[in-house]
Each structure stands twice: as structure tokens, then as C-alpha cells.
């Protein structure tokens, strides 16, 4: 058996040691004679993984006493509608910053619930940069401010927070989440689905402020009540047991390797090599506006179109795989979150230059 290195957007690539250690464990869970996936939520057994599982996310996002951590289902885009229904609290207005397909997504579900003010917005540009903060346009009465921390698709990420008054910041951070330190005390929320940095599709994690929760629109599934699932430990219903312990393992992993610094400080190396190697070449190019290259998700195209069959299939011959672009943007994308070691990212460089000499 070989694994390959696996450029997915997401689902994505999982640290080999923690795929292992689930192999290990999978027949006989701590000596239960079962499986995790086959264990009562209540018993003590898991009641011990959903604590580390709580209690690692806190230590490595060092996350302050007043805000709570629920893991929840219906992915970041069941947040999309479900932020407006838990935090208007009344109010009839929240603002977006759209800077790609997911900010945009998210608006529009807000759009249901009231009226969404757009702060900021590149779509004219493609999605290829961020609008500087002094030209956002923000309501501080507005119920909070919502931005996507890194555009998946398009591979623009935010360097730093933007910071508008009292207004309640919400966040996306589906795709860069534990990929580098960050303030939490500077969110009202911040929200991810587990798939692209922390683990198998299935748990959506929410980091929320105290003071947000208990005001939900009474008409929402009590599952989605952040108030309730507080109360409730995330059990309200049965939790995604097999999700919740594998996210645990990728949380243990990370402790392992040194935590957020050092995922902090692989993740510029790679991405900091890859976009050189692309700026080095005259057959690849990334458009987005270098101040906001994402480290986690590097597009790509090639300066003839046409080679990008024959890009893909050779990719994928030499075990690198899923490199294929969005739909929407085309070309490549090398997704190139904490789980993928600099091997890979070395090996598709090696790749993209012999490619670029045989075929160029
Ligand atoms: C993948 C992704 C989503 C959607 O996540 P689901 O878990 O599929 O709902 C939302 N936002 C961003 C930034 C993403 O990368």
C-alpha cells in the first residue's frame, strides 16, 4: 500500500499517524472490546474523548473562559442561515464583506432572515483581492459583521483582523482554522466545518461569544439553539461519534507537532515555496493580489489551457493527486492544509518544473 499526496479542497488529506492510530483502535476501543462508533455518547468512555476534544480546541486556540464551543452538524453552510436565526436578536440588519464564493453563499442565506448590507465586495476583480478596510462600509448598529477568513475557492485569505467597533465579528474559518494563532477574543463568532483543517467531514465547530448566545429565534430546530446545545454539552441529540473522536485524534496530532506555532510556521514555508515556484515560472501564474495569497488554498493556471489535461493526468501518474481547479475558476488549485507535509508540496514543485521544461 502507498498513500499519495492528496491536494483535495476537502474533504482533504489526513495525517497519516492519525489514520493509523483509528486503524489501531478501530476493532477494540480502550479496551471496551467495541468500537468507538459502536459506544453509548453517555458512557464514560466517550464522555473522556468529548472532553479532550473540548478541552484541546480551547488549549490550541487558547479560547477565553466567555466564549463556548459547540460542535454541531449541518456543516458551515447550515451556519449560513443559522448565525441570523441564533444572534439578530431583534435586529433587522447584519453586514457581509463578500470576497468569494463562500462569502457570497453566506450572504445570500442571510438574505432570508434580514437585510444584509454588503460592507465590502471584490467581485469585480474576480474575487482576487480584499478591499482595504478604510473603503468598508459598516452599520455599527447592525447586528454583526460577517467575513470569510480564507476564500477556498479563490484563494484569497485574510491577513489580519479587521476590527470596527463593538459590532460583533462572525467568521468564517472553514478552510484555515488551526492553521495559524489567532485573537479569539476579537469574535463575537468564529465557525468551521471539520473537513479541511481538523478532520473527516461531520462536526461543525462554533466558538461563540457568551454574551450571543440564549437569543435565537424561537422558531429554530432546538438541535440549532446554540443556547440549547450549550446546555446540553453538544449532546442535545446524538452526536457524530466516530467524527467527534477522529477530530480529536488531528487535535492530539497537532499538540504532538508543536501545536498552532509550529502548523503556523510549516504552512508559510509551503505555501511561501509553492508561490515562489509559480512566480519563477512562465507557464504558471495565480492572479490574486499577492498581499492576500492564501496559504492553504494556491490556485493556479497555465499560460495555454490546453495543457491542462495532459498537467492532470501526469500529475496524477506521479501520485499527486486532486489538483484539478473549481469549476468556477478553472486551472489548478493545490489545497495545502496543515496535514499535507512539506514532502508533497516539494514533490508537486518538482513536478510543476519538469513539466514546465518537457511540455512549456
Ligand atoms: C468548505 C467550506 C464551506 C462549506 O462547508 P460545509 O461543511 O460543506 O457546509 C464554507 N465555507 C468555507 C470557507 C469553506 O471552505
Known amino acids: 500500500m502507498s498513500r499519495i499526496f492528496n491536494f483535495s479542497a476537502g474533504p482533504s488529506t489526513l495525517p497519516e499517524a492519525v489514520l493509523l492510530k483509528a486503524q489501531e483502535e478501530l476493532l477494540d476501543f480502550n479496551g471496551s472490546g467495541m468500537s468507538v462508533m ?82 465590502a465586495n471584490s467581485e469585480s476583480s474576480n474575487f482576487t483581492t480584499i478591499p482595504d478596510y478604510a473603503e468598508w462600509n459598516v452599520d455599527e448598529q447592525a447586528a454583526y459583521l460577517h467575513y470569510t477568513d480564507n476564500e477556498t475557492i479563490h484563494g484569497v485569505e485574510f491577513q489580519d483582523i479587521p476590527e470596527f467597533g463593538d459590532i460583533p465579528l462572525v467568521c468564517d474559518m472553514s478552510s484555515n482554522i488551526l492553521s495559524r494563532a489567532i485573537d479569539v477574543s476579537k469574535f463575537g463568532i468564529i465557525y468551521a466545518g471539520s473537513q479541511k483543517n481538523m478532520g473527516p467531514a461531520g462536526v461543525t465547530i462554533v466558538i461563540v461569544r457568551d454574551d450571543l448566545i440564549g437569543h435565537a429565534d424561537k422558531r429554530i430546530p432546538s438541535v440549532f439553539d446554540y443556547e440549547q446545545q450549550l446546555k446540553n454539552d453538544s449532546m442535545l441529540n446524538t452526536p457524530a461519534t466516530f467524527n467527534w473522536y477522529l477530530v480529536g485524534l488531528v487535535l492530539k496530532w497537532m499538540k504532538q507537532e508543536g501545536g498552532i506555532v509550529a502548523m503556523e510556521q510549516r504552512n508559510q514555508v509551503k505555501a511561501g515555496k509553492l508561490y515562489q515556484a509559480i512566480e519563477a515560472s512562465s507557464l504558471y501564474s495565480n492572479p490574486v493580489d499577492k498581499k492576500y495569497r492564501s496559504r492553504m488554498n494556491v490556485p493556479f493556471v497555465l499560460a495555454n489551457a490546453e495543457l491542462d489535461k495532459t498537467f492532470l493526468e501526469l500529475a496524477e501518474k506521479k501520485g499527486l493527486s486532486a489538483l484539478k481547479g473549481h469549476r468556477s475558476v478553472g486551472g489548478m488549485r493545490a489545497s495545502i492544509y496543515n496535514a499535507m507535509p512539506e514532502a508533497g508540496v516539494d514533490a508537486l514543485i518538482d513536478f510543476m518544473q519538469e513539466f514546465e521544461r518537457t511540455h512549456g
Not at 468529548?50 to 453552510?77: C, M
Not at 463578500?98 to 454588503?118: D, F, H, I, P
Request: charged share 20%; net charge positive.
Open 38 to 119: 459502536e459506544i453509548s455518547h453517555r458512557g464514560k468512555a466517550f464522555m473522556s474523548v468529548a472532553d479532550a476534544l473540548r478541552s484541546d480546541l480551547i488549549e490550541l486556540l487558547n479560547i477565553p473562559d466567555n466564549y463556548k464551543v459547540l460542535f454541531l452538524q449541518g456543516g458551515a453552510t447550515g451556519q449560513f442561515s443559522l448565525i441570523p436565526q441564533n444572534i439578530l436578536n431583534g435586529k433587522s440588519k447584519a453586514c457581509y464583506v463578500n470576497t468569494g464564493a463562500w462569502s457570497k453563499k453566506a450572504l445570500k442565506e442571510a438574505q432570508q432572515y434580514c437585510e444584509v448590507m454588503v460592507s
